[in-house]
């Protein structure tokens, strides 16, 4: 009998019947993709051009339903299955190789209740259709710095961004979420409804089911705030470096700033210093003033905007489909020997698009206690990464192997932990560092959750039970 060969959640080879597809098809909403299929060579894409893998079936869900159907269907038949929010996972875990992917991309609904000051939000929406709608009403949670980012690898993971001093990372700014679990059902969990899940989902990532929808608090933003970027020569950079770690962590909440190694368009490597202030414009002129006054900068390109388009001011460094790598560590000090070994791995840079980041953390983040939910490196200041972008296939060692340099050379100063949502293939001990002492309680839950690891295309937590291996 004809069939469809695909991939079981163990790797092993299995064919499903040609008429189980099509009656799995019939109950679908949305589209069941096959390699021969219109549109099946752009679903499979991912953010990062680095990844070139092909499931032998995608499920465009549609809504819920699609969902439900989708997650049935590949535990009835063991398929390996990937979950697509918005593909931005570095090493590309939203698509799989022969599996099952669970596209949500089509799901990306975003409700705003003005009066009570929540948006529910669906599980596939990116950064930019939750700021643009928000922003209709003059609000706004905590996002990333990327518009196209899938709101939901982003949260699951905690999610930082230039709110996030102010009011908490965006897994702290859920009320509630609805998920599709490992059997099929629709469950909510909130602080009073499954609320061992919903400890689990903030900051614990795509472990325990498919979060179709996200109900988050929003809060006054805008609609302009002072932002933009101080720049400043690498032979001038050390200073600024230094003179940036004092002003950042002192700085009041409303304040976020990141700062950013990269070539300018004429060539010049620069250090630039991203901010984001959300008081009022009085506030932020007074904030801004030491660092508009320090050195003086190269250039001053620090104005009232548009909040959502501080939000879009970061797009143009990481479009899709370019090939990029990146590691990270954590920080809680910049030492003055991490500020020399920065300066000088950037001198080294191989791409002009590469960059070196430290994003800051801090304000409000900090204050949330560590096993309050499952984001446990709350005392941190700065996620620091170096990012590898490039076009050239033949260049790929050569980029991976100087983000490899950088994090060897940084080590020493990290706090032993990284950012789950940078994690790619580093395996288990990594994971493990990601979340500290949480870590055994998020093997409880998806050994309670997630029995028999159907969830593993993500940051795995290995469950103690079942055929997890
Ligand atoms: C250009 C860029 C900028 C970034 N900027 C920031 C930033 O400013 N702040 C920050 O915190 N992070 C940032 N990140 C990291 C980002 O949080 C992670 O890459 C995250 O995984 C992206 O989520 P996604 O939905 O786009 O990814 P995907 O690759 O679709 O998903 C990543 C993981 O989450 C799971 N997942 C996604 N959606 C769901 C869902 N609805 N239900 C269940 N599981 C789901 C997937 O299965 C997968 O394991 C950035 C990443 C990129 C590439």
Not at 111 to 131: C, F, N, S
Not at 285 to 300: H, I, K, N, T, Y
Not at 393 to 403: H, L, T, Y
Request: aromatic fraction near 8%; proline fraction near 4%; glycine fraction near 12%.
């Amino acid at each position: 009998m004809a069939g469809v060969p695909m991939i079981t959640t163990v790797g092993g080879e299995t064919v499903v019947e040609e008429a189980t597809v099509a009656a799995f098809s019939s109950r679908l909403r949305g589209e069941l993709l096959r390699p021969s299929h219109n549109g099946y060579a752009g679903a499979r894409k991912v953010w990062n051009g680095m990844i070139d893998k092909r499931p032998a079936l995608i499920v465009r869900c549609a809504g819920v339903g699609d969902v439900v159907n989708a997650v049935r269907f590949a535990r009835e038949h063991d398929l390996l299955s990937s979950v697509r929010g918005g593909g931005h996972n570095i090493a590309g875990k939203a698509v799989c190789d022969g599996g099952l992917m669970i596209d949500l991309s089509g799901m990306r609904s975003v409700q705003v209740d003005p009066i009570k000051r929540t948006a529910r939000v669906e599980g596939g929406a990116l950064l930019g259709d939750l700021d643009h709608q928000t922003q209709a009403f003059g609000l706004a949670t905590t996002a990333g710095v990327v518009t196209h980012t899938g709101v939901g690898g982003l949260t699951l993971g905690g999610g930082v961004g230039r709110l996030a001093r102010k009011h908490g990372l965006a897994c702290d700014n859920l009320l509630a979420v609805e998920v599709v679990t490992t059997a099929g059902e629709v469950l909510r969990a909130s602080a009073t409804e499954n609320e061992d899940l919903f400890w689990g989902v903030r900051g614990g990532g795509g472990n325990f089911g498919v979060v179709t929808a996200f109900e988050y608090q929003l809060h006054p933003v805008g609609p302009g705030v002072l932002g933009g970027i101080v720049v400043h020569r690498l032979e001038k950079a050390q200073a600024a470096l230094e003179f940036y770690h004092e002003y950042s962590r002192t700085a009041p909440d409303e304040l976020s700033a990141d700062a950013i190694f990269l070539t300018s368009p004429d060539g010049a490597r620069v250090v630039a210093i991203s901010v984001c202030c959300i008081g009022p414009i009085g506030q932020g002129e007074r904030v801004l003033q030491p660092l508009r006054r320090f050195g003086p900068p190269l250039s001053d390109q620090i104005l009232p905007l548009p909040y959502t388009e501080v939000q879009a001011a970061a797009d143009a460094f990481f479009p899709i489909g370019l090939r990029y790598y990146w590691k990270s560590h954590f920080l809680s000090e910049i030492s003055s020997d991490a500020v020399e070994a920065t300066v000088s791995h950037f001198a080294r840079v191989p791409s002009a698009r590469s960059l070196l980041v430290f994003q800051q953390f801090g304000g409000a983040v900090g204050r949330v206690g560590r096993s309050e939910t499952a984001f446990w490196h709350r005392d941190v200041q700065w996620d620091n990464f170096a990012v590898s972008v490039w076009t050239n296939p033949a260049d790929s060692e050569r980029q991976v192997q100087w983000v490899r340099e950088w994090w060897d050379l940084m080590k020493p100063f990290s706090v032993g932990g990284e950012y789950v949502n940078n994690l790619g293939e580093e395996g288990e001990d990594r994971v493990r560092a990601a979340y500290g002492v949480n870590y055994e309680r998020l093997v409880a839950l998806k050994s309670k959750y997630d029995p028999a690891n159907f969830f593993r295309l993500n940051a795995n937590i290995t469950p103690t039970m079942g055929a997890a291996s």
